[in-house]
Structure formats: structure tokens, C-alpha cells
């Protein structure tokens, strides 16, 4: 069978993974030479935690879980290659840039984690927030306002990678999140599900579910935080994936009742404190486009971009003529 997990520990040791008939078979080996190994272990786990059975949540932990089995009940065949890790790269090339001054970006074409790059401006200024790559996503927003308004602040970046029949939807995500962090709502941003693999389920889960299999879903969302209560919130955050403790309780008891099958909660990556962030963007008007009613207008005071909120009148001919803005 052809192995679907592995896990680099370092030293050319090797951790290598396969769900086979409701059992996670595991083997430990050392990689001697481009054909050899050294073999160092053999485990299996038929009550192994579902993110076990996902790539981006394969740890050791799921080793230490197993019962030892014989030496050779898998035989593994190895060759080793060399090439360059790409672990969590993002494609840079589809950070959008915002505002009307913008020009671009300087992302490369391949980002890696956790780097970080901006919007380009055409007046030369420098661009307010970054783009990083975070769990091969680009996160974050990067803006040259112009004559569109910006407003910054600190974030707070979460990345969950959850084993379950679907994805909630965003509102209920929204609601899931703040619930779960005692947040206001208007805390909760951008946040996101991404569909991965199938994964096939243990056997007892797979009754509890209905059916063998559940997909792998990477979860998300930025919070707006000030630099006080970040430490606060980095910690509520990282509590998530804990249903023992009150936060990780009330995700998952939410993610529960809104999902047919939830299974495991990891954290897919630390949770990320981001500074000087773009937390609000609204595009400016074009006040040129105001059209001025009544037969003693003559045009407007309108500038020709116009900020957010901001106002302007028609302006009338005659001198006791009063504009209604």
C-alpha cells in the first residue's frame, strides 16, 4: 500500500503513515542511503485520533498512541530523493493590493512562511498593512488609500485544522468563534473554511458519523485586538483545540450542534499577533458623479474624490437659494 502520512523527525528519521481498513499503520525508520533504511519501530492505533489520518496534523504524538506490532508486519520500501521544502509556501502572486494608489505588489511569486510583503504605491508612500503567508494562505491586506480611507490596528490570526463531515457556514463561523472567545462580534474578521482530503475515519468514529470517511478543513479568521489585550487573546486562541478548558468547550460543543461529525481540532499553525494592520477600508466616491437637483442648481461643491461619510451640497444660482445636502 502506498504510504499517505509522513512525518520528518530529524536526522533523516522518518515517521511514515497509512490508514488501512480502520487502523493507522505507522513505521519509524532511518534513512541510510538513497535505498536503505535503518528500521527503528512498528505501531498501529485502531482508536487513532482523526487528525492523525491528515498530513498537515501527522505528529509524533500519533506514534506514541500506537501498540507496538512485529517488524515486519508492513514492510516498507523506500527511495530517497532531495528536493527543496515548500511547507506551507503561498502563491504571492494573488495578493490583491487595495486603493486607488495602488500599483501592484512586491510579494514574489512564491512566498514561504511567514514571510510577509506589501502593496506597491504609485506616489512612492509606503503601504499600509502587509500580506504574510500563513499555512499556504495569504492573510492580511495591504493598501495604498489615496484618496480611499484606511483604518489601522493590531490582529490576531488564527488557523485551525478541524476533521469533520462539512464546513459551518461563515456566519455560523463568525458566531462559533465570538461565542466561543467572548468577543464582541465586530472582533471576528475575514474569517475563512477551506475543503482538503478525505480522511478516512476509526471505525468507531466512522459509526458515530454515518459513514467511513469525513473531510480535513482548515478553519480561520483574524480578530481585531489592542496591544493590551493581545497576550489575553493569544492564549484564548490557543485554547481552542482544548475541549477540557472552558474555550475549547464552547467551540467545540458549537462546531458540534452545527456539523453531523466533528472529530479533532488542531491548531493548523500558532496563533500570530500582527500589528499596524489594515482592520477597515472603504473606497472614496466620486463627488464628480453628483448630480444636483432643481432648476437653480448650478453644479455641486462636491470635490471630485470624496472621503467616507463625508458630504457635500448642490450650489444654487440664485442668492437666497439654500442647497438640501
Same mark, same amino acid.
Given at each position: ?21 480502520? /487502523? ?7 534513512? =541510510? ?15 487513532? @485520533? ?58 514574489? =511569486? ?27 494562505? /495569504? ?23 478541524? #476533521? ?14 465570538? %461565542? ?14 477551506? /475543503? ?10 466512522? &459509526? ?23 497576550? @489575553? ?6 485554547? &481552542?483545540? @482544548? ?24 491548531? &493548523? ?8 494592520? #489594515? ?27 470624496? #472621503? ?8 444654487? %444660482? ?8
Amino acid at each position: 500500500m502506498t504510504v499517505m502520512l509522513t512525518l520528518d523527525l530529524g536526522n533523516n528519521v522518518w515517521l511514515l503513515g497509512v490508514v488501512d481498513d480502520g /487502523v493507522l499503520k505507522m513505521v519509524k525508520l532511518k534513512v =541510510t542511503g538513497p535505498t536503505t533504511n535503518e528500521w527503528l519501530g512498528t505501531r498501529s492505533d485502531v482508536d487513532y @485520533d482523526p487528525s492523525c489520518a491528515v498530513q498537515a496534523t501527522f505528529r509524533e504524538a500519533c506514534w506514541g498512541a500506537g501498540d507496538g506490532v512485529p517488524r515486519n508486519a508492513y514492510p516498507v520500501s523506500v527511495r530517497a530523493t532531495e528536493e527543496g521544502t515548500s511547507e506551507g509556501a503561498c502563491r504571492g502572486d494573488l495578493a490583491q493590493p487595495l486603493g486607488d494608489d495602488s500599483n501592484g505588489t512586491n510579494c514574489p =511569486t512564491m512566498m514561504m512562511e511567514p514571510t510577509t510583503c506589501l502593496a506597491k504605491c504609485s506616489s512612492n508612500t509606503i503601504a499600509s498593512g502587509t500580506f504574510m503567508c500563513l499555512a499556504s494562505k /495569504v492573510r492580511l491586506k495591504s493598501v495604498c488609500p489615496g484618496h480611499d480611507s484606511v483604518m489601522i490596528g493590531d490582529k490576531v490570526l488564527l488557523t485551525l485544522a478541524v #476533521v469533520a463531515s462539512e464546513c459551518p457556514s461563515p456566519a455560523q463561523l463568525h458566531t462559533i468563534l465570538a %461565542n466561543a472567545l467572548e468577543v464582541h462580534r465586530d472582533t471576528v474578521k475575514d474569517v475563512f473554511f477551506e /475543503v482538503g482530503e478525505e480522511v478516512m475515519l476509526p471505525k468507531d468514529d466512522a &459509526l458515530l458519523a454515518g459513514q467511513p470517511t469525513a473531510r480535513a478543513l482548515t478553519l480561520g479568521g483574524d480578530l481585531v485586538v489592542n496591544a493590551t489585550e493581545a497576550p @489575553d487573546v493569544l492564549l484564548r486562541v490557543a485554547q &481552542l483545540p @482544548d475541549s477540557k478548558v472552558p474555550v475549547g468547550n464552547r467551540f467545540a460543543n458549537a462546531l458540534k450542534s452545527a456539523l453531523d461529525y466533528m472529530g479533532s481540532v488542531e491548531n &493548523l499553525r500558532k496563533p500570530v499577533y500582527a500589528p499596524d494592520q #489594515v482592520i477597515d477600508f472603504h473606497k472614496a466616491c466620486r463627488g464628480d458623479a453628483a448630480r444636483p437637483l432643481g432648476n437653480d442648481s448650478v453644479g455641486t461643491n462636491c470635490p471630485v474624490a470624496m #472621503v467616507e461619510r463625508s458630504s457635500c451640497a448642490a450650489q444654487c %444660482n440664485s442668492e437666497i437659494g439654500r442647497a438640501h445636502v
